[in-house]
Structure formats: structure tokens, C-alpha cells
């Protein structure tokens, strides 16, 4: 595929946090299974709505309804787990099933072509829309992640599901862990994958059913759920007079609020401010080489409701602070920071033989032609998405500590047993602090580099992006071992620090990597006099082996593509990599 200089954009993510309180109710809702007896056993599921009637709003700035109809897929006896896996990116992705005999789990394979990729089942949900006068106005699939938003349907199910809290998406995933915990229930609504519908002012109703392919593969009953729908146009402008005093006031009073508050858990999903949001659609996720407040990386866990994309745009006009700072990445998510150790390590420092992690790097994604964001008359720049992760066996625990009066923190990696014991200890390197806008942050120095290198592989350009902040941003594959399918630090300011911090602490979990956008010239490469042919990028994890590893020998990873056009409108093409195709 040819691409040109473009502007990128970003798709909506899942909401992370609907409340499903609501269906604890829920005497009748188990579906019937068709299940032999003796037979491997799996959970009985059903289709279920929270509600039987809604109110969803159309913004006449933003055109469209997002047919979020609040209903769920539940998991009773059993959890549904699927694993979702490809063997390299020369093998289609397969899907198995953990079902029980004798008590035992084991692997059940799902038929080939079942999915293909790691977003969810795909045309899952079919949903049909009729007006009072009965008349058939839209009719569609979506697909479902069963990591969706979800809760308990019963108060005796588990206080917390096992399994992850979003599908991935990055085009080089290599295995992924889809689940609804025993007795809890996911939204069905495909917020990251569907676009909104148009729907004139009115009421209707809406029905939901399975897809005959999965009632038939998961034992699902073939009763659809039937919501009235109420469609309500508003206006920004509307909404903007009726808050507009309210808003200056907990402008005035909480100015810093986003920017210094740690609130707990519990209201991690609120946003910005204390004024009283309008409906919403799912908020924005960085997708390739595109701007976003989380600069630079994308984020792994589902983010909350955001606002409507006036809202969002009126904000960040008002907004003196974005970016990564103050425990606030995407405007509306909170996250404490990791703690490092209360002081720098003492004694001999050693490698022992204990479980290491293994750094990989992904071939480069989301390729485009651009101006480097600032507009240079007579300049070309390749930007590009680079990606590496932790294969494991173990985590990469990197800490940082400042001499008084220096610019820099000295950096050790730790390293421990079987039983999460601290064995052993490394200098591994410098932190330094990056005061540049969108950033704010220690990085840690010679983390990956990245470079153009010519057909022959030789090098043609480097770009001069070597530092970063660790965050587990991405699930490449959670059925490695000692993968953790609940990481900390998914966002820069869980563990990026501050300016005057004397210490901070950065993970890469097992399973998961970081993504980061070289978006800037500095970091994406000059191709203003680069002749046009056949080029690689080059992503190369631990370029100076400082940190221990499993192993270096994978930590290259190259992508082909091939630059054309003519002096300030290059073109480049990115072929495929194997099966994977982003494009």
C-alpha cells in the first residue's frame, strides 16, 4: 500500500468501566447448553440486557449514535477462556478453548478461520433497529472482545476476573487470553472496532442476538435481547451554557487538580473536573504514528468513557497541561507511581542464575510519510511505530537514583528467585530527564535505537531516539510463561517520575512491550535526500547489551518498505510481513 504524507488518527477504545451492579438479578438469565453427558464441559453462557430501555444521544458536532445498548454475555459454572495464539507471522491465528474433563482443564480447538486477529470474535453480536412503525432502519454485526468492560452479575462470584482487561490490537501480537470470569458479564458492545450509526431523533428498538456460529460452538441459546431505544439529539453549544458557570468555578478551584490528585481506585474512571459530563462515545487510543497525550507510547488497558469530541476539543483548548505529567496521561486516567527501592543498592554488585527477561523487538508499524508534525518547507520525514517487549521468563525491574546536584540517575537492574526474593543486582547505564512538552519524564538511556538501513542492510540513517520510560503498553502475548495479564505501569506517569524526584522505578512485565510513535525530527528519520528504493527499518532492543538477558540474539527486528515519490511529497510502500498486513 502507497502512502503519502497523511494525517493519522486515532479509533476509539472500549469503555473500561460500565457499571453492571444493576443485573445481579439474575434468576432465569442462564441459558440452557446442549452439552453430552460426559462430555468436556465449558461454562453455560448467555445474552443478556442490563436494562430494557435507554437513552443513547446524538451530538450534532459529532454525528452518529454509538449503539452501546448495555447488553452483556455472561459465563456461569465456568469461565470462558479462549487463547488466541499464532505460532510466527507466517501462520494464521488459531483459537483453542479451556473446557474441563474429569475436572482436568484442557485445550479444545476452535475451527480455523474462527479469528483472524486478536480483537475478538468477529460478528459476534446482530443487532437490528426498528422505528414505532416497525420498519427495518439498520441491521449489522459487531465484534466482541471478551475482555470487554464486565462485572458481577452475583454477589458470591469472584471479587476480581483473572483475565485481561482489553483485546489487543497492535498488528505483531503474537498470543492473547480472552475471558469472562465465572459469574461475571462482558459488554457486547464492539466501541473499539464499530463506528457510530446515524439515527434521526425518535425512539425504536433494538435486537440483539448471537450469531448462529458461536450459539453453535459455545452452546449459547437462541433467545436475542430486546431494548427500546430512545435517540436524543443535543447540542454542544447547549450543553456549554447550561455548565458554562459551574465550569469557571471548578476551573478557579481546581486548576492543578488533574495534575497532582492520586485518587483511589474506585474513581479512576472519572475525568477531568467535577462538572457533570454528557453521554459519551469510547475515548481515543494511539493507533501507529500519531499524536496523542499519552506522547509517543499507546496505551494496553482500556481507558474510561471520554467526552464528546466537542467537549474533548473545547478542553484541550482550555487545558495548560497535557501530556504525560502528574499521574494524568489521557485526560481522564489516574495511575500511582511504582516505587523503587528507598536506596540505592550496597555491597558487590552480581548476575546470578536466576530467570532473566528476554527482550524482542517488533518489526515497525503504522508507516507514514510526514512533515515531522512542524510543518518544514522542503523536508521528508519516515515516521514510524517501534515496539519492544518482554518475553520472559521474568520482568525487567530497572531503578534510578540521583546524586544530589546531578543531571542524571544512575541505573541498576535487579534481578530475583523463584519465590520474588531480590538476589541480585547490576549497573546497567544512566536515567535522564526529558523537559520537552508531552514528555516530562526520566528515561531510561539506551533502552532500543532504531535505523534505516539500505537493501544491502548497511545503514543510511539513524534516528536519534535511544531513551525512554518503561510502560507496559501493549499485550504481545500473555500465554508466554510468568506472563502477568494485569500490569502495573500501562501508562508513562505510573513510573516516569517527576523533575525533582531523587528516585523512580521502571517495569517491563512479562508479556507485555512499549510502544513508542517517532513521530519528531530527532526521532524519525530525515529521508529528505535518501534516494528512493527498497529500505529496512531496523528496531534493535538493548543496543548496547547493558541490560542481562535470556538472550541478544532476538533483539533485531526489520521491516521492509520502499520510498518513491519526489522531494517534498515521498511516498512510501509497505508491503506486508508475512501475513501481517496492518494496512
Known sequence: MTRTRTTRLRRPLVAGTTAVAAMAVTAGLV?????????????????????????????????????????????????????????????????????????????RALPRGTVKDFSGLPGFAEITVTDKAGKKVLSRTEDFCPNNASGRVRPDAPATSRYPESCPTNPFTLGSVWGVEKGWAANTYAGSYTEPVRLAAGTYTARVGVAKKYRDLFGIADKPATVKVTVEERSYDDEQTATEPASRSAAGEHAAHGATHQGPAAHAGHGPGHAPTPAQAAAPVTSGAGPSYNVGHGPLRAAPPALPWALKKEQAARSTRVGDTGGQTDGSRRAPALQPLAKRPAGKSSVPAVPKPDLRSLPAYGIVVSDGEQDIPGKDYLAFSANVWNAGPAQLVVDGFRSPGKARMDAYQYFYDAKGKQVGYT????????????HVHWHFTDFASYRLLKADKKE????????????????????????????????????CGQENSVSVREVLDVGSGDTYSQDLPGQSFDITDVPNGTYYIQVLANPEKRLKETSVDNNSALRKIVLGGKPDKRTVTVPPHDLVNEN
Open 460 to 495: 543510511a540513517v539513524r534516528s536519534g531516539k535511544e531513551a525512554f520510560c518503561l510502560a507496559n503498553t501493549d499485550a504481545i502475548d500473555y500465554t508466554v510463561k510468568n506472563a502477568n495479564w494485569h500490569p502495573f505501569n500501562t501508562d508513562l506517569s505510573t513510573a
Open 31 to 107: 441459558a440452557a447448553t446442549a452439552e453430552p453427558a460426559k462430555a468436556a464441559t465449558g461454562p453455560r453462557l448467555s445474552l443478556i440486557a442490563a436494562t430494557n430501555s435507554l437513552t443513547l444521544t446524538s451530538w450534532k458536532e459529532d454525528p452518529g449514535v454509538y449503539l452501546d445498548l448495555g447488553t452483556y454475555l455472561t459465563a456461569e459454572g465456568r469461565p470462558l477462556e479462549l487463547k488466541v495464539t499464532r505460532k510466527s507471522y507466517k501462520d494464521p491465528v488459531t483459537l483453542t478453548q479451556t473446557v474441563y474433563e474429569g475436572g482436568k482443564a484442557k485445550a
Open 427 to 438: 549497573p546497567t547505564g544512566t536515567m535522564e530527564w526529558d523537559p520537552r512538552s508531552g
